[in-house]
C-alpha cells in the first residue's frame, strides 16, 4: 500500500527527468540555423475509484487515487527565430510558415528552416551537409551576382551580360500539423503519420512564408524560458523524491517497529 | 479486545491514502489543465468502535496559472468552465487543458489524440489553412469561421470524477449545462493547480500521523501484553 505512492512519484520523477533532457537538447541547440525548440507534454494516468460516488445516503463524490503522469508527446514550437543579417547571397531566411524540401542520399526528402545554403563543385545548391534542394537549382560557375526574390525566383548575372536570367525557383513545403515533423537529425524533419502530407507552392502564395536573401534564421530557443523551466523541473523532480523518501521512510517504520 | 488498536489502524490507513493522492498531485505538477484532488477525512463514531477513514476526494477546481506560448491552437478558459472532448471509444469528457493540435486529417485534438468538440461536433481544419482561436472561443481557418469551441459548465462541479488524460467524467447528478458566451484566452495553455510546497507540507503531516498512529497502535499492543503477563503472575 505504501508502495503505490512509491510508483506513483517515479513516474512523476521520471516525466521531469524526460523535461530536462528535452530542455538541454533545446539550449544545446541555441546556435543551430533555424532550429526549432521542442516542449514535452504530460497527462495524467487513468484512475482507480476505490469507493464510487452515491446519489444518497453517503458522499457523492466517492474517492479515486490517481497513478501518476506519462509523456504523451514532444511538440516543436513552431514560432519563427530572430532573422540575422548576413549578406551572404545564398543565405535564405523563410519570414512566415514553409520548410525548404531538400533530398536525402537515400531519395526521400525531408524539409528544414535552416537556410544556409552552399554550392557543390557541380554549381547545384546544397544545404550545409551538401543535400541538393528539391526541386534542384543549378549555378552555372561564370556567375558573378545571384538573386533571390521574395517569391523565391533564383537569378543570375553573367559576366558582359546587364540583365539578370532565371535559373530556378525555390519551393516551400507546409504540413497540416507541422508540430507533428519527426526530427531526424541534421537539422532535418520528415514526414509522419501525424503531420500529414506536405503541400508545396511558391513562397509568398496564400500561406506561405516570402524568402529572405542574405539571412539566417535564428533557433527560436528562449534562453531565459529554459532556464526558468530547468529550475521548475529541478524543484518538481525532488518533490517527486521527497515523496519517494516518505514512503521508504513509512516501509521502514512498518518493517523495522 | 481493546478497540484503540482498530482506531490506530484506520488512522495509519487514512494518512496512507493521503500520501498516495500527494504522490499523484506531485507527479502531475506539469500535466497542462492538471485539477488536484483532494482527500477529505471524517470521524464515525460508532457506539463501540470509534475510527477514522476517508469520507471523499474532491476535485480542487481552483485554477492554474496561465502559460503564454503563443501558439494560435492554444487556448485557456477565462473564467468558470470546460472544453468538450470526445474520446476514441466515443465518450465525452471534460478538460481546462487547452493545448490543442492537429491531426495529419486536420482535426482538432489534445495531445493524447481524443478530438476537440464544437458546437456543431469536431472541428476540422482544411489542409494548409493557417488555423487560429479568438477570443470568443470561434476557430477560424484563413480567416473563414470553420467551428466553435464548445465550453460546458456544471451545476455541481464537486460530483466530478477524474478520467485521467486531464479530464474530467461528468457524472448524472452534476447537471451539465453549455456556456455560450466563454471567453478564452488564445495562444495561453492553463497549467496544473498543484503547489508543490503546499503538497509537500501535507506529505510531512501526513507521514507524522502516520508514524504517530503507528506507535499509539504499538502503546496499545504493549498495555495488552503487560496486562497478559499481569494476569499470568
Known amino acids: ?257 | 479486545m481493546s478497540s484503540g488498536l482498530y482506531t490506530s489502524l484506520s488512522g495509519a490507513i487514512a494518512n496512507l491514502q493521503q500520501i498516495e493522492v500527494v504522490a499523484n498531485n506531485v507527479a502531475n505538477s506539469d500535466t497542462a489543465g492538471f485539477r488536484r484532488d483532494q482527500l477529505r477525512f471524517d470521524t464515525v463514531l460508532g457506539a463501540a468502535l470509534p475510527f477514522a477513514r476517508t469520507a471523499d476526494d474532491r476535485v480542487d477546481l481552483t485554477p492554474g496559472t496561465f502559460k503564454l506560448t503563443g501558439n494560435p491552437l492554444h487556448a485557456a478558459i477565462d473564467g468558470e468552465g470546460f472544453f468538450a472532448i470526445q474520446n476514441p471509444d466515443g465518450s465525452e469528457t471534460y478538460t481546462r487543458r487547452g493545448d490543442f493540435r492537429l491531426t495529419a486529417a486536420g482535426l482538432l485534438t489534445l495531445p493524447s489524440g481524443a478530438s476537440v468538440l464544437g458546437t456543431g461536433g469536431p472541428i476540422t481544419i482544411p489542409p494548409g489553412a493557417r488555423a487560429e482561436i479568438a477570443a470568443d472561443g470561434s476557430v477560424s481557418a484563413d480567416g473563414a469561421i470553420v467551428g466553435q469551441l464548445r465550453v460546458v459548465r456544471f451545476d455541481a462541479p464537486e460530483l466530478l470524477e477524474k478520467a485521467g488524460e486531464s479530464g474530467v467524467r461528468a457524472t448524472a447528478e452534476a447537471g451539465l449545462q453549455d456556456v455560450p458566451d466563454a471567453r478564452v484566452a488564445a495562444g495561453f495553455v492553463e497549467q496544473s493547480n498543484v503547489d508543490l510546497s503546499g503538497e509537500l507540507v501535507t506529505l510531512i503531516l501526513a507521514q507524522r500521523s502516520f508514524e504517530a498512529s503507528m506507535n499509539s497502535l504499538r502503546i496499545n499492543d504493549e498495555l495488552t501484553q503487560s496486562l497478559i503477563q499481569q494476569a499470568e503472575r
Open chain 1, 1 to 257: 500500500m505504501g508502495s503505490n505512492a512509491m510508483f506513483t512519484a517515479v513516474t512523476g520523477a521520471g516525466a521531469q527527468q524526460l523535461r530536462i533532457d528535452v530542455i538541454s537538447n533545446n539550449l544545446a541547440n541555441l546556435g543551430t540555423v533555424g532550429y526549432k525548440a521542442s516542449r514535452p507534454q504530460f497527462e495524467d494516468l487513468l484512475y482507480e475509484t476505490i469507493r464510487p460516488g452515491v446519489a444518497e445516503g453517503g458522499s457523492p463524490t466517492g474517492i479515486q487515487f490517481g497513478r501518476g503522469t506519462r509523456i504523451v508527446g514532444t511538440e516543436k514550437i513552431q514560432s519563427s527565430g530572430v532573422l540575422r543579417t548576413t549578406e551572404q547571397a545564398l543565405d535564405v531566411a523563410i519570414d512566415g510558415r514553409g520548410f525548404l524540401a531538400v533530398q536525402q542520399l537515400n531519395g526521400d526528402i525531408a524539409y528544414t528552416r535552416n537556410g544556409s545554403l552552399k554550392l557543390d563543385p557541380n554549381g547545384t545548391v546544397v544545404n550545409t551537409s551538401g543535400l541538393p534542394l528539391d526541386p534542384p537549382i543549378t549555378i552555372p560557375p561564370d556567375t558573378v551576382e545571384i538573386q533571390i526574390t521574395q517569391d523565391g525566383i533564383v537569378s543570375i548575372r553573367q559576366p558582359g551580360s546587364p540583365t539578370l536570367s532565371e535559373v530556378g525557383q525555390i519551393q516551400l513545403a507546409v504540413f497540416p500539423n507541422e508540430t507533428g515533423l519527426t526530427a531526424i537529425g541534421g537539422n532535418l524533419l520528415v514526414e509522419s503519420d501525424s503531420s500529414g502530407a506536405p503541400t508545396t507552392g511558391t513562397p509568398g502564395d496564400e500561406a506561405f512564408g516570402l524568402i529572405q536573401q542574405g539571412a539566417l534564421e535564428e533557433a527560436n530557443v528562449n534562453i531565459a524560458e529554459e532556464l526558468v523551466n530547468l529550475i521548475l523541473a529541478q524543484r518538481a523532480f525532488e518533490a517527486n523524491t521527497r515523496v519517494i523518501s516518505a514512503s521508504d521512510e513509512i516501509l521502514r517504520f512498518v518493517t523495522q517497529r
